[in-house]
């Protein structure tokens, strides 16, 4: 089975600057990696798929990139509304699993 | 425009049961896998269940194999999930989620959920 870890727990930036979250498994998921995004009480959002491809109506500032067992998410330029959770998900075998989250504070 | 609706949450007691349905619109249901994937309060997301677009196929993870069964009816466009014996660690809010990829197991569209309480 294998086991998704996110880093950091919490990643505290100012609006405008950059953040980069890291994704690691612990065997390699060839390029099946997904990417969303979490708030309070809404559904989650799918950002990313296949590592890189941005899933539809995501702005071009979220990217993908990666493969096998290390993987980011950058977000090139924080909106307000990018403050949130943010969970990889590995879908390279059975079962799937999500990262544990990486929380996107304002600083 | 995909929608996807989850209903039959609750308060149940430990031991007792529950059966979560998903009402999916907007696209050609039949033709999709589906997922349910569930989040405990302060916890982050947890895959639970899928099946096939035929629900001839089916996969649990194994803190819920043996007590919850994913069933689908394509004639009504709807999911379900049919959860006995709960637990406490159960309690989660349960989402279902259109499953895409080469597993089918990441989802593009999710509904917004039911909360599931398993407290005596």
């Known amino acids: 089975e294998i086991v998704m870890t996110q880093s950091p727990a919490t990643l505290s930036v100012s609006p405008g600057e950059r953040a980069t979250l890291s994704c690691r498994a612990t065997?390699?998921?060839?390029?099946?990696l997904a990417w969303y995004q979490k708030k309070p009480g809404q559904a989650p959002r799918l950002l990313i798929y296949?590592?890189?491809t941005r899933a539809t109506g995501i702005p071009a500032r979220f990217s993908g990139s990666g493969s096998g067992t290390e993987f980011t998410l950058t977000i090139s330029s924080l909106q307000s509304e990018d403050f949130a959770l943010y969970y990889c998900?590995?879908?390279?075998?059975?079962?799937?699993?999500f990262g544990q989250g990486t929380k996107v504070e304002i600083k | 425009e995909v929608q996807l609706v989850e209903s039959g949450g609750g308060l149940v007691q430990p031991g007792g049961s529950l059966r979560l349905s998903c009402a999916a619109s907007?696209?050609?249901?039949?033709?999709?896998?589906m997922n349910w994937v569930r989040q405990a309060p302060g916890k982050g997301l947890e895959w639970v269940s899928y099946t096939s677009n035929g629900g001839s196929s089916t996969f649990y993870a194994d803190s819920v194999k043996g007590r919850f069964t994913i069933s689908r009816d394509n004639a009504e466009n709807s999911l379900y999930l049919q959860m006995n014996s709960l637990r406490a660690e159960d309690t989660a809010v349960y989402y279902c989620?259109?499953?895409?990829?080469?597993?089918?197991?990441?989802?593009?569209?999710w509904g917004q959920g039911t909360l599931v309480t398993v407290s005596s």
């Open positions: 065997q390699g998921v060839s390029t099946n």
């Open positions: 998900q590995h879908y390279n075998n059975w079962p799937p699993a």
């Open positions: 296949g590592t890189s």
């Open positions: 989620a259109r499953g895409r990829g080469p597993i089918a197991t990441y989802g593009d569209y």
């Open positions: 907007g696209f050609a249901f039949s033709n999709y896998e």
